[in-house]
């Protein structure tokens, strides 16, 4: 598929004259209609509700967006869920599926009513010492270890990851919360990151429905929900085919009307907790090229870096460039493009095809809104930058202000000779 930007050249032309690049740029429109195509394939479940994994984007005015498409958030920190009660969401509206989580945070989520999702078993008795009681709702996360396998091969190796419980002690915890007077009960899973298929979710689906029905049946502890967490992904290759969330909706369906429905479960509630689907498409980083180097090898040199963008030298992740008023050149220059980090993983790209670069020339860099910004890190003394909403009516809207050295400087404890950059 080929990938296009959700922006002109002459939109962002006029952009850069108000905001210098680079910054991450968000798409409202595209946002908005991803998120109803999510409402509508999971439509046949009453209760069904997206909670936005904040991790992925954690900006106010993007969580308000969507909210007001009717997802909730799914948050693993205090910072996350202070930003989720400040934007209005509240109580079962909030997903707290944390991991390693300090006590505290416990004890800020119950207050603000969220749904406290358990990473652990030994999590039990400290939720109980630091609250006092065991909630009502309550989650459990599920690690079946071993290998995760779907048609086209092995995913992922869910035994491997520091996550959820073994089935055996998901079972005992149920017991034991139900004792200590827990009523509704949820199972979550995360097996895979980012997948490129339709069957991930539906074969995910499908163990948890089996392992609620037998978790239901052997403790008596009612399952109230199944969340099947993140994890959808998107095509950050132009070769790739884009999951269909219809066909990934209507294939949960058919794994609960053969597995939850007949075994009288058909009011339990799916929950899904994505970030990646929900945002990586809709935001893009836009920098422009500030040099070009000939020596063993052409580079393109930037003015963004990987403290903007941090999965290509984390994990040599692709993101799609496009060079922009040239997307109709032929691709017949290969460039490295690279950020100015003094690490030599500090590249967009590696051996791209690309049009010809100018010095000036303004880069989309594809697929940021998830796990971009958000990764970011101030390696190198490197300022964070701006974030900015492209409106449904065209209008820009600066919903972070790019950092300034004095940001970079506010946690020290600074000397005389200091203050005068403060
Ligand atoms: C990261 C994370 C998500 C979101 O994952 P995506 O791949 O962005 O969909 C959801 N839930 C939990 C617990 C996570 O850690």
Same mark, same amino acid.
């Given at each position: &598929? ?30 908005? *209609? ?46 996350? +869920? ?36 358990? %990473?652990?078993?030994?999590?039990? *008795? ?28 092995? $995913? %992922?190796?869910?035994? %491997?990851?520091?996550?959820? &419980? ?36 539906? $074969? !995910? ?33 132009? *070769? ?11 294939? @949960? ?55 903007? +963008? &941090? ?20 691709? %017949? ?54 974030? !900015?909403?492209?409106? *449904?009516?065209?209008?820009?809207? +600066? ?14 404890? @600074? ?8």
């Amino acid at each position: &598929m080929e990938k296009k930007p959700f922006v002109t050249l002459e939109q962002l032309e006029k952009i850069t004259k108000d905001f210098p690049t680079p910054f991450h740029l968000y798409d409202e429109k595209g946002i908005i *209609e991803n998120a109803k195509r999510v409402q509508e394939a999971f439509s046949w479940n009453p209760g069904f509700k997206e909670y936005f994994a904040v991790k992925a984007t954690p900006n106010p005015a993007i969580l308000k967006i969507l909210k007001d498409c009717g997802f909730g958030t799914d948050c693993s920190s205090a910072t996350e +869920l202070m930003m989720s009660e400040a934007v209005g969401f509240s109580g079962h509206d909030i997903m707290f599926s944390s991991n390693d989580t300090p006590p505290e945070e416990f004890k800020m989520a119950d207050d603000m009513g969220a749904i406290i999702n358990l %990473d652990d078993f030994t999590h039990i *008795e400290c939720v109980e010492q630091v609250l006092g009681h065991i909630p009502e709702t309550i989650s459990c996360r599920f690690n079946p270890g071993g290998v995760f396998e779907i048609s086209n091969g092995i $995913m %992922d190796n869910p035994g %491997d990851a520091k996550y959820g &419980m073994t089935e055996e002690q998901i079972f005992e915890a149920f017991r034991i919360l139900k004792e200590k007077g827990a009523k509704r009960f949820g199972i979550h899973a995360f097996l895979v990151s980012n997948t490129v298929t339709n069957d991930y979710y539906p $074969m !995910l689906a499908g163990e948890l429905f089996e392992l609620a029905v037998r978790l239901e049946k052997e403790t008596g502890a009612k399952v109230a929900f199944v969340n099947l967490s993140g994890g959808v992904g998107v095509p950050y290759r132009p *070769e790739q085919e884009a999951n269909d969330i219809f066909a990934i909706g209507e294939g @949960v369906r058919k794994a609960y009307e053969r597995i939850l429905v007949p075994a009288g479960m058909g009011d339990v509630a799916i929950y899904t907790e994505m970030g990646r689907f929900i945002l990586a498409p809709y935001g893009c980083l836009v920098t422009r090229a500030i040099h070009e180097k000939h020596t063993y090898k052409e580079y393109i040199g930037v003015d963004a870096c990987a403290v903007n +963008l &941090m999965r290509p030298a984390m994990y040599g992740a692709y993101h799609h460039i496009t060079v922009m008023g040239k997307e109709n050149a032929p691709c %017949d220059h290969k460039y490295d493009v690279v950020g100015s980090l003094c690490e030599n993983n500090d590249k967009f790209a590696i051996d791209r095809m690309l049009p010809r670069i100018d010095k000036g020339d303004l880069l989309v860099i594809h697929d940021t809104g998830a796990h971009g910004f958000s990764m970011g890190y101030n390696y190198n003394g490197k300022l964070r930058s701006a974030e !900015l909403l492209l409106k *449904e009516d065209g209008s820009v809207q +600066l919903i972070r202000r790019a950092e300034t050295p004095q940001d970079y400087f506010a946690t020290l404890d @600074v000397c005389e000779e200091m203050k005068k950059y403060l």
